[in-house]
């Protein structure tokens, strides 16, 4: 997954900012969708960010903590057959995660005060820092 935006603006988290993770359960670790990384729950993560500017003047962020902003993560139910599922809002399309699949879960993380992040606007986060509070099967 990269972080896509049209402009990149640093910020400073001048308080803990409640974000969420999409990811997968593995012998009871959080591990990530995309590069498959394995979080403990409660340890700080660091990471120095990269943000480039691609040839159609987009700035992509392909080193960082990814994650969503709770504004755009629900949890619905679907039309087909009355499944809740937790949907995540980017670029007006939607990332579906069905609740009955017990491989996904959502972790709720805090970008510690003081951390560097940037926000596009989709609500999609790329940060230097981040902790895994709390970990639940997205079929609970």
Same mark, same amino acid.
């Given at each position: ?6 402009? &990149?603006?640093?910020?400073? &988290? ?19 969708? *995309? ?21 159609? @003047?987009?700035? !992509? @962020?392909?080193? @960082? ?7 755009? !993560? ?7 057959? &009355? ?20 491989? *996904? ?17 989709? @609500? ?17």
């Amino acid at each position: 997954m990269c972080w896509v935006s049209s402009q &990149a603006v640093k910020q400073i &988290a001048e308080e803990d900012i409640k974000v969420f993770k999409i990811g997968e359960s593995h012998g009871g670790r959080f591990c990530s969708m *995309y590069k498959g990384f394995k979080y403990q729950l409660n340890q700080l993560y660091s990471v120095n960010i990269y943000i480039n500017k691609d040839d159609d @003047g987009e700035f !992509v @962020g392909s080193r @960082g903590f990814h994650s969503y902003d709770p504004s755009i !993560v629900h949890l619905e139910i679907s039309d087909n057959n &009355a499944i809740p599922r937790w949907v995540v809002y980017v670029e007006q399309r939607s990332l579906d995660f069905d609740t009955c699949d017990a491989y *996904y879960v959502k972790a709720e993380c805090v970008i510690p005060k003081g951390s560097v992040y940037y926000k596009n606007d989709f @609500g999609e986060i790329i940060s230097n820092q981040v902790i895994i509070k709390n970990v639940e099967p997205l079929w609970n």
